[in-house]
């Protein structure tokens, strides 16, 4: 049956399924950084992060976070609930990387004394802007309540994840989730979770695992990803 493409965005594509509910990603084997400005593939990539996704938001079912993945169908394809999606980005922070550590002029890897919650709001034209909870709630993004409960959720995901990625030898150092408004007005996690929105370093080496091998030109981002699914798939789901 032919699904007629409804979106496409930087790394999935979102297809219309026979049911209104449900939607078919696609992920696809593209890697953008920097807003797209730097832009990359390889062949299979679409199909580990949505091997690797399965397998975590079947780790999340078993510890009763609601989630919008249903099935999936091929190896690079899932159904999902669709949802309104919130337009922010949720990052659990449990190490100093990235744009943090750049914006104060820090070092990354220092653990940080308790996991940080930050928003971004979801615009690509903007880049994405660091946003306060009363600025979400202003501009209509998110009620207070939802904002509560993204966060709470993201870190509990953060308590399910930090000592399942240890038993297999990874640091979860950051990561960004998604949330959407299921078709019954109740939010779930949506989108994806993946080395493309983590960062995961190995525990004996601090060796990355994850995208910013492609940011940083760091090379073997196949094998890394690889790895990473590998590892995965040994913990219990
Ligand atoms: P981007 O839009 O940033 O380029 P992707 O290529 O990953 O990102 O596209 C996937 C899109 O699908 C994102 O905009 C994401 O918010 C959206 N999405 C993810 N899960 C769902 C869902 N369950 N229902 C509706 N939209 C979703
Ligand atoms: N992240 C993401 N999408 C974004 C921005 C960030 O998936 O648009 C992820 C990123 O991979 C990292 C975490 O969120 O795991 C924190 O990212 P950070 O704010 O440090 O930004 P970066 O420097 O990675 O752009």
């Given at each position: 049956?032919?699904?007629?493409l409804?979106?496409?965005g930087?790394?999935?594509?979102?297809?219309?399924?026979?049911?209104?509910?449900?939607?078919?990603?696609?992920?696809?084997?593209?890697?953008?950084?920097?807003?797209?400005?730097?832009?990359?593939?390889?062949?299979?990539?679409?199909?580990l992060?949505?091997q690797?996704?399965?397998h975590?938001?079947?780790?999340l079912?078993k510890?009763?976070?609601?989630?919008?993945?249903?099935?999936?169908?091929?190896?690079?394809?899932?159904?999902?609930?669709?949802?309104?999606?919130?337009?922010l980005e949720?990052?659990?922070?449990n190490?100093?990387?990235?744009?943090?550590?750049?914006?104060?002029?820090?070092e990354?890897?220092?653990a940080?004394?308790?996991?940080?919650?930050?928003?971004?709001?979801?615009?690509?034209?903007?880049?994405?802007p660091?946003v306060?909870?009363?600025?979400?709630?202003?501009?209509g993004?998110?009620?207070?309540?939802q904002?509560?409960?993204?966060?709470?959720?993201a870190?509990t995901?953060?308590?399910?994840l930090?000592p399942?990625f240890?038993?297999?030898?990874l640091?979860?150092?950051?990561?960004?989730?998604?949330f959407?408004?299921?078709p019954?007005g109740?939010?779930?996690?949506?989108?994806?979770?993946s080395?493309?929105?983590?960062?995961?370093?190995d525990?004996?080496t601090n060796?990355?695992m994850?995208?910013?091998?492609?940011?940083?030109?760091?090379?073997?981002?196949?094998?890394?990803?690889?790895q990473v699914?590998?590892?995965?798939?040994?913990i219990q789901v």
């Open positions: 049956m032919t699904q007629k409804i979106y496409e930087k790394a999935k594509k979102i297809f219309e399924t026979s049911n209104p509910n449900e939607l078919m990603m696609e992920y696809k084997d593209s890697l953008t950084a920097f807003n797209a400005l730097k832009k990359g593939e390889f062949s299979g990539k679409g199909q992060n949505c690797i996704s399965t975590l938001f079947k780790l079912s510890n009763k976070i609601p989630h919008h993945w249903i099935r999936t169908e091929n190896k690079n394809q899932m159904v999902v609930v669709k949802t309104k999606i919130i337009p949720v990052v659990v922070r190490i100093i990387a990235g744009s943090l550590a750049k914006k104060l002029g820090i990354e890897g220092r940080l004394k308790k996991p940080l919650v930050e928003l971004y709001y979801k615009d690509d034209a903007l880049g994405d660091f306060s909870d009363d600025q979400a709630f202003e501009f993004w998110a009620q207070p309540d904002l509560q409960q993204m966060k709470k959720l870190l995901i953060n308590e399910i930090t399942s240890a038993e297999v030898g640091k979860v150092v950051d990561f960004k989730l998604e959407g408004l299921d019954s109740v939010l779930v996690l949506a989108d994806e979770i080395p493309d929105c983590m960062r995961l370093w525990m004996q060796e990355k994850d995208k910013d091998r492609f940011r940083r030109d760091l090379g073997n981002i196949e094998g890394a990803y690889k699914l590998e590892r995965i798939e040994r």
